[in-house]
C-alpha cells in the first residue's frame, strides 16, 4: 500500500514495542509518510530537515503517545499542523474505536489534514479554528488533550484548562527545555504531573498532566 522513499523503511521492531504489529496499521503510517512528502512539496508542512527521519520524528514519536492512554477513546489535537501526533492517533483509533478532533487554523494545512484522513481511513474531525475560538466545544467530551511543537506549556495550560478540569489528562511532548517550561507553568498552576521519557529522543519528555489548579498569587 506504500511505497518505498527516501524516508526508508518503518521501524517493526519500535512500532512492536509500542505494541503496534497490525500490517494494516503500519500500511496507513506508510500511506501517512507518502502523502506528507507529495504535499511537502508545495505547501512545506513539517521542517524538511525531519524527513528523512519521518518514521522516528513524526511517526513513532505520535504513536506513542496512544500507548500513554490506551484506553481512552475521546482525543483532541491543538494546533494539528503536518498531522503529527493527530493524523496517527486517528490510525490508531480507527481500530481501537475512538476518535480524535483536529484543530489547526492554517487552511493549507486543514487541506492536507482532510486528504490524509480520507486516504489512511483515520478516524479524525479537522476543525479549521483557532484553538480559542473551540475550545470550550471540546468541555466534558475529551478523554485525553494533547498538542505537538504549537506553544510553551503555560500557554498549553491556558488554553485546555476547562477540558482538563472536566476530567480529560493532557499529553504534551516536549523536548530539552521541558524543565525550564515546567519552572514558567508553575508560577501560574499547580500540576499533578509526571514527565516521561520519550521513545524517539532520550533528551525529550512527554509531559503528561492528571490534574490542574490556579496558584493563588
Known amino acids: 500500500m506504500s511505497s518505498v522513499h527516501p524516508a526508508g523503511r518503518p521501524d517493526l521492531e519500535v512500532l512492536g514495542a509500542l505494541g503496534i504489529v497490525s500490517r494494516e496499521t503500519i500500511a496507513r503510517f506508510g500511506i501517512y509518510v507518502d502523502e506528507l512528502f507529495r504535499w511537502q512539496k508545495a505547501k512545506n508542512l513539517v521542517s524538511n530537515s525531519t524527513l528523512q527521519d519521518v518514521w522516528r520524528r513524526h511517526v513513532i514519536d505520535s504513536a506513542q503517545l496512544f500507548t500513554l492512554a490506551p484506553d481512552a477513546r475521546r482525543w483532541l489535537d491543538l494546533g494539528s499542523g503536518g498531522g503529527a501526533p493527530g493524523v496517527m492517533l486517528g490510525i490508531l483509533l480507527a481500530e481501537a474505536g475512538g476518535h480524535i478532533h483536529l484543530v489547526e487554523a492554517n487552511a493549507r494545512k486543514c487541506a492536507f489534514l482532510r486528504h490524509v484522513i480520507r486516504m489512511t481511513g ?96
Open 122 to 217: 483515520a478516524s479524525a474531525t479537522v476543525h479549521q479554528k483557532r484553538v480559542e475560538a473551540c475550545i470550550g466545544d471540546f468541555v466534558g467530551v475529551t478523554d485525553v488533550v494533547t498538542a505537538r511543537a504549537l506553544a510553551p506549556l503555560s500557554q498549553l495550560i491556558d488554553w485546555s484548562k476547562d477540558v482538563l478540569r472536566s476530567g480529560a489528562i493532557a499529553l504534551f511532548p516536549k523536548g530539552q527545555d521541558v524543565v525550564s517550561e515546567l519552572t514558567q507553568a508553575s508560577i501560574s498552576w499547580s500540576m499533578e504531573h509526571e514527565l516521561i521519557t520519550s521513545r524517539t529522543d532520550s533528551a525529550a519528555r512527554v509531559v503528561r498532566i492528571r490534574s490542574i489548579r490556579e496558584t493563588t498569587p
